[in-house]
Antibody
């Protein structure tokens, strides 16, 4: 069974930094592209980052230059380093696996990040 | 960025009904369009990938079609567990984008 477990969330002041982690199990982690997706209360889903099997990374303009995605295949883990955090970054962050047809086929339960003074 | 517009934003229906949700893309995305279901307090669940392919384990009352810029998700014979929010998503281009969601209510 595919399992994705996020950790590292919490309350952080504006301008602060936080690193999220995602522990993967139940599949060969190194063979899959991975993503972070966030969801704010009452709003839709927003793609936050992607990292390929070769380590290539991609971001939307809203987080580019502030967020960095990385992976450690030896530890079956995905990370999201977030800096210069803003109130608008407050959201539930999901770790997501990309399937063979570019679909997001497995999701973690999510971890809450709250940016507030 | 490719914008996805879902309609309606909310929908009221009854158990046993047939409902259809539409997703329109701001530019052609071939069939690289996926549908997700999200129940309150849970992460999204993949229902349909590649515009019309049912994900393994998803009931056959869910079906979808479309290509280019217009796509539909149909649920035939609504069950109580189907009352949830549905999202479309394109992975044709970066940034990956989602529709704003359609809330299906009893």
């Amino acid at each position: 069974e595919v399992l994705l477990v996020e950790s590292g969330g919490g309350l952080i002041q504006p301008g602060g930094s936080l690193t999220l982690s995602c522990a993967a199990s139940g599949f060969t982690f190194s063979n899959f592209d991975m993503h972070w997706v966030r969801q704010t209360a009452g709003r839709s889903l927003e793609w936050v980052s992607a990292i390929g099997t070769g380590g290539d990374s991609y971001y939307p303009d809203s987080v580019k230059g502030r967020f960095t995605v990385s992976r450690d295949n030896a530890k079956d883990s995905l990370y999201l380093q977030m800096t210069s955090l803003r109130a608008v970054d407050t959201a539930l962050y999901y770790c997501v696996r990309e399937g063979p047809n570019w679909e997001f086929d497995s999701w973690g339960q999510g971890i809450l990040v709250t940016v507030s003074s | 960025d490719i914008q996805l517009t879902q309609s309606p934003s909310s929908l009221s229906a009854s158990v046993g009904d047939r409902v259809t949700i539409t997703c329109r893309a701001s530019q052609s995305i071939a069939t690289i369009l996926h549908w997700y279901q999200q129940r309150p307090g849970t992460p999204p669940k993949l229902l349909i990938h590649s515009a019309s392919s049912l994900q393994s384990g998803v009931p056959s009352r869910f079906s979808a079609s479309g290509s280019g810029t217009e796509f539909t998700l149909t649920i035939s014979g609504l069950q109580p567990e189907d009352f949830a929010t549905y999202y479309c998503q394109q992975t044709y281009k970066i940034p990956r984008t989602f529709g704003q969601g359609t809330k299906l209510e009893i």
